[in-house]
């Protein structure tokens, strides 16, 4: 079966470029990219798809997701993850450690996999834990996790504490080929925070999280970069400062990579007034010229991935005081829309935009995808970028709805998605445009 995407723009984040081509799709593999209308053939074996208006990009990919599987699958599954992925234009994730049990040895690594080659919607890349049960001692087995599939590693959701076991995680990790990925947080500080440290937590009577506790912890990870010459990553960035510091570093040629979730540039702390535990999140909303600190970071390319951190919850989890209620809200179907608006805005180009989705997580990670050419796997998505819509509960295909986007108008949206060749979204008739 050939599939020709016919009379679209296809967004090249590698070379800059957005032209109008055609796409022909044979078997896995992306046969031919032409100019638009120079492929003629027809035939019953030939699927025609007509695009015109929408753009094609590589497939979206998310550097940062939790799956909550195995363990916690009455918040998500591999399955329904998965499913909100390829609505979402995603083609494929890379899913944290921090399931029950953690994913700090080969058997969770290989069940990861078998559950998402069983869901068959896109491809799922396991990040195992840096230390055993995440608890920060002892290193786990890195190059038995690397053989088994595992793509980084990461103790995500906490921090590794002890900087001499960073150190060797760090070493250790380039070895193997592994991508570290360090979660930011310095716990004596954050302590019993539940929301940014400010002038906000001071009116709302809420117990605040220090920028400091993220930036200490940034300040560590440069300085174990800079010690060892290896690469590490620096996970949902959210303030000022840890921006500067990571852009200096990069400066100096240290080698350190960083990534931002939509939230921190769309929303700021003063949503937090009316105590909605769907505005909760680690790290929490910062300030507004932390906002604007973050789309800079974007837009100079000092952070280099847009990721979701996907972290899905159950009411149970969300509907209780502030104080009581889970860090963390969904994401892989609201990523799209929320990075368009920085284009809209004049931050980035629809190009560098669709680069820090696509192929920016992709060489992070050592995946070889993220990019549209002749010979390539097709793993690619058809966004409509105009299309505007209210996101409505009913319509989140995640088992969990923690979103605080629900009820808000959002312009952009995917509208097919295609993994190795096969079409696993086909948007649904509830997700019209307005
Ligand atoms: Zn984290």
Redesign the pocket.
């Known amino acids: 079966m050939t599939i020709l995407l016919k009379g679209g723009d296809l967004v090249d984040p590698l070379k800059g470029v957005i032209a109008k081509q055609d796409v022909i799709i044979e078997g896995q593999r992306i046969l031919k990219i032409l100019p638009f209308g120079v492929f003629s053939e027809t035939g019953p074996q030939i699927s025609i798809i007509d695009i015109s208006g929408k753009l094609i990009i590589p497939g979206m990919i998310d550097m940062h997701v939790h799956l909550r599987e195995p363990g916690q699958e009455y918040k998500e599954t591999i399955a329904t993850g998965s499913l909100a992925g390829v609505a979402g234009g995603f083609t494929a994730l890379a899913c944290m450690p921090n399931t029950d049990p953690v994913n700090d040895n080969v058997s969770v690594t290989e069940f990861i996999l078998r559950q998402a080659s069983k869901a068959g919607n896109l491809k799922v890349y396991p990040i195992a834990s840096i230390t055993k049960g995440r608890k920060g001692d002892t290193l786990t087995e890195f190059g038995d996790l690397k053989k088994a599939g595992a793509v980084g590693v990461s103790d995500?959701?906490s921090p590794v504490v002890n900087s001499e076991v960073m150190r060797r995680a760090i070493e250790y990790a380039r070895y193997h080929n592994l991508t570290v990925i360090s979660?930011c947080e310095d716990l004596s500080l954050s302590a019993e925070g539940v929301m940014h440290e400010g002038s906000i937590s001071t009116k709302i009577g809420l117990r605040g999280i220090p920028s400091a506790s993220e930036e200490i912890m940034v300040q560590r990870e440069i300085s174990l970069a800079r010690l060892t010459g290896c690469p590490v990553h620096i996970?949902?960035v959210s303030t000022a400062e840890s921006i500067s510091a990571i852009r200096r570093a990069k400066e100096d040629g240290v080698p350190v990579t960083a990534e931002t979730a939509p939230h921190y540039f769309t929303l700021d702390h003063t949503a937090l007034i009316g105590y909605n535990t769907n505005f909760k999140m680690n790290p929490p909303l910062r300030t507004p010229e932390d906002v604007l600190a973050v789309k800079k970071g974007l837009s100079n390319d000092v952070i280099d991935v847009i990721a979701t951190?996907h972290a899905p919850h159950s009411r149970l989890e969300k509907d209780l005081e502030f104080d009581k209620a889970a860090f963390g809200i969904i994401g892989l179907e609201t990523a799209l829309p929320l990075t368009l608006s920085l284009v809209r805005e004049g931050v980035l180009t629809m190009q560098s935009a669709i680069k820090k989705l696509t192929h920016a997580p992709a060489a992070i990670l050592g995946i070889n995808s993220g990019i549209l050419r002749e010979g390539a796997i097709a793993d690619l998505a058809v966004i409509d970028p105009g299309c505007e819509y209210t996101l409505k509960e009913g319509d989140i295909l995640s088992k969990s709805k923690n979103s605080p986007f629900i009820g808000k108008t959002l312009i952009g949206k995917n509208t097919l998605t295609i993994v190795e060749g096969r079409i696993v979204w086909t948007g649904d008739s509830t997700r019209t445009c307005s």
Request: aromatic residues 0%; without cysteine.
């Open positions: 995500d959701g979660h996970a949902h951190d």
